[in-house]
């Protein structure tokens, strides 16, 4: 096939798109800033960095993530199996060890023969074919040639990201392991309990912390699934206690009782050398969230091997900006991932498969890919392309948006399944009219 596929960034939808299109014979030059240029929330020059929490969702079959999995799986995807492969413990979730997980997606991108790799900062939009997959933390030049692009209006977001602290250093005479609802030790997380006066003095601390952006947050401005913890608390004196830190299902065995409220910590690597403060995302400075979060039972000597930190996300107005395969009208250009404003981790590799799938069709002059509303991708794109959705706002696959059942059952748990199975039924039958985009769907 003459000529190349220009793609835009090295994350989780680049690194998916370029594997993706590499595959099918495309020749593809990918362009990377790091390390000459690196965004606030970057750690490394590795490629799909996951730069806040280290979990990929549900596995669970029935679940709105889980089924995206299936369809990715179904799809083809490059970079599921790479996370399976560097998978810690998480219960019914997919977490990484995301050092290993970014060196086998570089390996792989790096490796392959079709694949060009520049490390230099794009300010512009290629030219020819290209698909900009720089994240939502793409260069200001680059988002402005973007948002000139589209011509409609650019908005933003701010995330965050949760500390990780050094496993060694959690006081295991307090902390248990233990999963919601498992007997006994062993479970996949950790667990720090708090009793009712301890809760009350961290929450008195967390809402006194110095921030780093200093003002009080419009929900508009904070993306729901990742708001920062101490935004969260701000909403109501027990809000972390039935949220993040809710006890139910756990019991501390120093007590034989359920907790007052308890912080559960994951796993970051697969030898267990380093967790995840589940639900900490924080905009708290660094000498807060040692002083802060040191007051954990079990995280008094906590040793941080990464503060967490806030930062602004940039996307298009979807809906108005871009067709139904998030391309920009009059050009060559399609983007994908979170600029896009499709928000999460499995989703943006989704959103990179997708833009291969249609940025190859176009090559070979093949109906672009439309992918059953029934789906949880489907659903999702159709939601973020459809011209009649209005206060645009980042969103993860969920089943609020998908076409009802025409009988639903009553119970939430049935309904689930069918809707799940429902959307496996209708894309197996899609991809089987596909072939030249599908030749050989993986089990």
Known sequence: MEGFVTVVGAGLAGSECALQLARRGV????????????????????????????????????????LLKHELDRMGCELLPIARAAAVPAGGALAVDREAFSREVTRRVEAHPLIEVVRAEATSIPEGPSVIA????????????????????????????APIVDAESVDRSV??????????????????????????????ALLGAERVIARDFEQADLFCACQPVEEVARTGHDSLRFGALKPVGL?????????????????????????????????????????????????????????????????????????????????????????????????????GLLAALNTYAELIEAPTVALPRTGALGSLVAWA???????????????????????????????????????????????????????????
């Open 27 to 66: 020749c593809v030059r990918l362009v990377e800033q790091r390390p000459e240029r690196r965004s606030p929330a970057h750690h490394t020059d590795g490629f799909a960095e996951l730069v806040c929490s280290n979990s990929l969702k549900s596995t669970r079959p029935e679940t709105a993530a889980g």
């Open 385 to 443: 392309t459809d011209p009649a959705t209005t206060d645009y706002q980042p969103m993860h696959v969920n089943y609020g948006i998908v076409p009802p059942l025409e009988n639903p059952p009553r119970r939430k748990a049935e309904k689930r399944a069918a809707l799940a199975e429902r959307a496996r039924r209708d894309l197996d039958a899609y991809l089987a009219g596909r072939p030249e985009l599908f030749p050989a769907p993986r089990a």
């Open 134 to 161: 720089a994240g939502p933390l793409c260069s200001d030049a680059l988002f402005a040639a973007v948002a000139k692009a589209v011509g409609g209006e650019s908005m933003s977001f701010f995330d965050a990201a």
């Open 175 to 204: 902390a248990f392991a233990q999963s919601r609802y498992e007997e006994g030790r062993g479970g996949d997380y950790l667990n720090c309990p708090l009793d009712r006066a301890e809760y009350d003095a961290f929450m008195e």
């Open 251 to 351: 019991t501390d065995p120093r007590t034989g009782r359920r907790p007052w409220a308890a912080v559960q910590l994951r796993a970051e690597t697969a030898d267990a050398a380093a967790y995840n403060l589940v639900g900490f995302q924080t905009n708290l400075t660094w000498p807060e969230q040692r002083r802060v979060f040191r007051m954990i039972p079990g995280l008094a000597e906590a040793e941080f091997l990464r503060y967490g930190v806030m930062h602004r996300n940039s996307f298009v107005d979807a809906p108005r900006a871009l067709d139904a395969t998030f391309k920009i009208p009059g050009t060559s250009a399609r983007l994908a991932g979170q600029i896009t404003g499709t928000e999460g981790y499995v989703e943006a590799v989704a959103s």
